[in-house]
């Protein structure tokens, strides 16, 4: 998959603040005249200077003959020159003061053409789509200027990017991120202990970034929607009497924080902006088509009964959350993080999670339209955003890296699907997929690779979807942590070489990559030395599964020998 910077990925998901700053301009236009006659004098010096380039050659220089070092120093000027711009009309009047400066400095010849750029550039920095933006750049801005802007963007990526895990995880946690070659993994990050670490020891707490619940627990609204903890009988709090979602809390905060973050954007009838911003009020055939997308939404996952889709449209709505609230700081309060993020403001949930891996794959056809449909009927112009690729991208990390929330030791009522065993929903969970109540996508959690013989187990012990990483082993200070994405434990009546084979067939289905743990390097031989046998099924749809190819070691790119190559399988680190 082609993933090219961060400022782009920024703009394919933070999308809410492209449609608030619509509204905000809406309203400008409608009743500001000095703001539309600006409009109007930039629109014609838009189209004058597209019109002179169609006419003339562009002038012969190119970002190829300003030095790196000589864009290095631009981009530094713009880091230290951002101003504390705080409401949208301070942005609006930076953004257009730079664009008339690059446009002047534009008309001075070629000597000028880098200062253009960096002007041009820091219009980009507030402007809520930069994507769009660039566009507009592409069309408007002489050739070699707008390569000189693309130069700027392409070093500012890759500088954030190589700079992220200077700032992630937060220092108030005792553990750090480290490359590492992990066999049949790959190179990645993972986690590592900062400190010594006893048995028992709590190494760290995290709340999810988005859980949620299987769909048949939320149907019976039998637990929070939002923190998942079980509620006794009459004391659910139901989200509203027509919420077609059945939601219920278990308290007041739950029910407010769960209708902020994602619930008014997937499931409600409720305007997601402020209400002094709405261009006009939600006509009642609007409300029925929202109505309508919800219902066949909530059919899907019924039917499904996978968490990944939720997942997703649940961090898209934490991400839309936060960057309304930006653009409105008067009539809204910007959201509170409860997760570990980093300590560096530049790095929102867009950038969190395009350093999370994920599994390349292909959704189910139709999946992505129950989404963007929603988006459509909410916030119109949302849904063009998300595209076929970026859905199966963000989708990937969701299944790759999700936790199964499990209580206790689990339930053991958990509805199975009609599907391959390929295709069925796995998280991370030393206890089985089938025993969980609801899944979560967790920033710190996620770099946790995977041991048959792990030193920490996630625990749920305070009976919400809050992580505690438990250390099961003595850790000391460097050692890197890991947990068992599936059940490793021998069950009664089962010998070494069917445990062997079920966990190693586990993990192929669901994250791409055989384990060469040291259990496994200790159980392989033996397992390979027991006369072969008729092939293992994994099920009626799967294919067979040798004694041969359960013994085989990882192929090159961490792709599992176990299950036969398709479009899912082939990992791709962040």
Not at 530 to 547: D, K, R
């Amino acid at each position: 998959m082609n993933r090219t910077t961060t400022i782009l990925t920024a703009a394919s998901v933070a999308v809410a603040g492209v449609v608030a700053y619509a509204f905000y301009f809406d309203h400008k236009r409608r009743n500001d005249f000095e703001f539309r006659k600006q409009l109007r004098k930039d629109k014609k010096k838009a189209e004058k200077s597209a019109a002179v380039q169609s006419k003339e050659p562009s002038p012969q220089a190119s970002s190829g003959e300003i030095t790196p070092a000589q864009l290095a120093e631009a981009l530094e000027s713009v880091k230290n020159s951002q101003p504390n711009l705080t409401t949208s009309a301070e942005k609006e009047g930076y953004f257009m003061g730079q664009v008339s400066e690059g446009e002047q400095l534009a008309t001075q010849g070629p000597a000028f053409y880098l200062a253009a750029a960096t002007a041009f550039y820091r219009a980009m920095q507030v402007y809520p789509s930069p994507m769009e933006l660039l566009a507009i750049y592409d069309k408007t801005v002489p050739k070699p200027i707008f390569e000189l802007v693309m130069a700027l963007v392409s070093l500012d990526a890759k500088d954030n990017f190589a700079a992220y895990f200077d700032h992630f995880p937060p220092k108030s946690v005792d553990v750090g991120i480290d490359d590492c070659d992990i066999g049949g993994q790959g190179a990645r990050k993972v986690l590592v202990a900062r400190k010594d670490f006893q048995p028992g020891d709590l190494i760290y707490k995290e709340h999810a970034i988005a859980a949620t619940l299987d769909t048949d627990l939320q149907a019976r609204g039998t637990h929070c929607t939002h923190c998942l903890r079980a509620i006794e009988k009459g004391m659910a709090i139901p989200a509203s009497a027509s919420d077609p979602f059945a939601a219920v809390y278990c308290s007041k905060p739950c029910q407010l924080k769960s209708k902020t973050q994602s619930h008014n954007l997937l499931f409600s009838l409720e305007p997601l902006l402020p209400i002094e911003v709405l261009p006009e009020p939600p006509s009642a055939a609007s409300l029925e088509e929202r109505r309508k997308a919800q219902t066949l939404l909530i059919e899907y996952l019924k039917k499904r009964g996978h968490g990944a889709i939720v997942l997703v449209a649940r961090f898209l709505g934490r991400q839309v959350q936060t960057e309304t609230a930006k653009q409105f700081p008067q009539l809204m309060t910007i959201p509170e993080i409860d997760y570990p993020s980093p300590d560096d403001p530049r790095f929102g949930l867009p950038e969190q999670v395009e350093h999370l891996r994920y599994l390349e794959l292909v959704p189910p056809e139709g999946e992505r339209k129950f989404l963007t449909d929603i988006l459509a009927t909410t916030l119109p112009g949302l849904e063009m955003f998300i595209t076929d690729e970026r859905y199966a991208s963000v989708l990937g990390k969701m299944r790759y890296n999700s936790f199964g929330v499990c209580f206790g030791g689990g339930r053991d009522d958990r509805p199975i699907f009609d599907e391959r065993p390929e295709d069925r929903e796995r998280t991370r969970t030393p206890y089985g997929t089938a025993r969980q109540i609801g899944s979560g996508i967790y920033n710190l959690s996620s770099y946790l690779s995977h041991s048959c013989v792990p030193n920490t187990r996630p625990s749920f012990s305070n009976g919400t979807a809050e992580l505690h990483l438990i250390a099961t082993k003595a850790i000391k200070k460097g050692d890197q942590l890991t947990v068992s994405y599936v059940d490793v434990t021998q069950h009664e009546g089962e010998d070494l070489a069917e445990c062997y084979r079920r966990r190693r067939r586990e993990i192929a289905r669901g994250w791409r990559f055989a384990c060469t743990c040291p259990r496994c390097k200790e159980d392989g031989p033996v397992v390979a030395a027991i006369p072969p046998v008729a092939p293992v099924s994994a099920g009626p749809n799967a294919p067979a599964l040798s004694e041969a190819a359960l013994a085989a070691p990882t192929t090159a790119n961490g792709v599992s020998p176990l299950v036969p190559e398709t479009k899912e399988a082939e990992i791709t680190a962040a």
